[in-house]
Nanobody
Framework: QVQLVESGGGLAGGSLRLSCAAD????????MGWFRQAPGELREFVAA????????AYADSVKGRFTISRDNAENTIYLEMNSLKPEDAALYYC????????????????????WGVGTRVTVSS
């Protein structure tokens, strides 16, 4: 069991950094992802990072604006969000998937075994 706790959400003008802390020392055995869900919308993939941090993937809608990273020593992943747009407003979730899953599958919510409760991002217009 892995417990994930997101933080860093709030009202953003242009940039925001989200964090997701895991309670487990085996954190570096998990691929990690960020997803988001706006009101009335389906949950959608935002970004993913491999267990080693060597590989990342992004949704086209955030590519070039968002950066996912991880610090395995701190059991934490981050999502640096720049050039925020109104359509980025959503509840952002981090999730953990077993390291056996290749990067190509990490865009699918179904491969993630553990989820945080989310942190809300609001974007000022």
């Amino acid at each position: 069991q892995v417990q994930l706790v997101e933080s860093g959400g709030g009202l953003a003008g242009g940039s925001l950094r989200l964090s997701c802390a895991a309670d487990q020392g085996t954190f570096n055995n998990y691929n990690m992802g960020w997803f988001r869900q706006a009101p009335g919308e389906l949950r959608e993939f935002v970004a993913a990072i491999s267990y080693s941090g060597d590989n990342t993937a992004y949704a086209d809608s955030v590519k070039g604006r968002f950066t996912i990273s991880r610090d395995n020593a701190e059991n934490t992943i981050y999502l640096e969000m720049n050039s925020l747009k109104p359509e980025d407003a959503a509840l952002y979730y981090c999730a953990a998937a077993a390291m056996k899953h290749p990067m190509v599958l990490l865009r699918s919510a179904g491969v993630y075994a553990y989820w945080g409760v989310g942190t809300r991002v609001t974007v000022s217009s």
